[in-house]
């Protein structure tokens, strides 16, 4: 929807009561953003920066590609849509990005970012 004045963007496929940073995770995910671009993401959904929301976006965005992995080597056993080499590739490189982003020295900061007290999101 445009309404000339901002785009909405109306996401059927998730659309229930989920977690919006879920879903922003997803985009960012999908999209393969770098942090910079997480980081104008987030900047530009809530109007500002906040370390938090960019904290929860990184934990959830590892969590997509865990999903997406695993839901691409279900289809890579049953799909008859794509050739099972896309699957086998598009499975392999988020389990990838997943392991890549659990073992790096920035994942346990997120985590503690939002174990603080003073964490509202």
């Known amino acids: 929807l445009n ?12 659309g229930g009561l989920g977690d ?6 997803n985009l960012s995910g999908n999209c393969e953003f770098s942090d ?3 980081k104008e993401l987030i900047t530009e959904y809530f109007g500002t920066f906040d370390l938090s929301y960019y904290s929860r976006l ?24 794509c050739s099972q080499e896309f699957y ?10 997943f392991g890549n982003a659990v073992s790096s020295p920035e ?10 007290p003073d964490n509202t999101v």
Do not use: H, P
């Not at 919006?20 to 995770?25: E, T």
């Not at 086998?88 to 990005?97: H, K, M, P």
């Not at 900061?109 to 939002?114: C, G, H, R, V």
């Open 36 to 38: 910079d671009q997480d």
């Open 58 to 81: 990184k934990l959830l965005k590892a969590v997509s590609d865990l999903r997406e992995g695993m839901w691409s080597f279900v289809q890579w056993g049953i799909s008859k849509t």
């Open 20 to 25: 919006r940073f879920f879903d922003l995770a």
């Open 107 to 116: 994942y346990q900061d997120y985590i503690k970012s939002l174990q603080s």
């Open 3 to 14: 309404n000339t004045k901002k785009l909405w963007l109306i996401d059927f496929e998730y």
């Open 88 to 97: 086998e590739e598009y499975g392999r490189n988020c389990i990838t990005r």
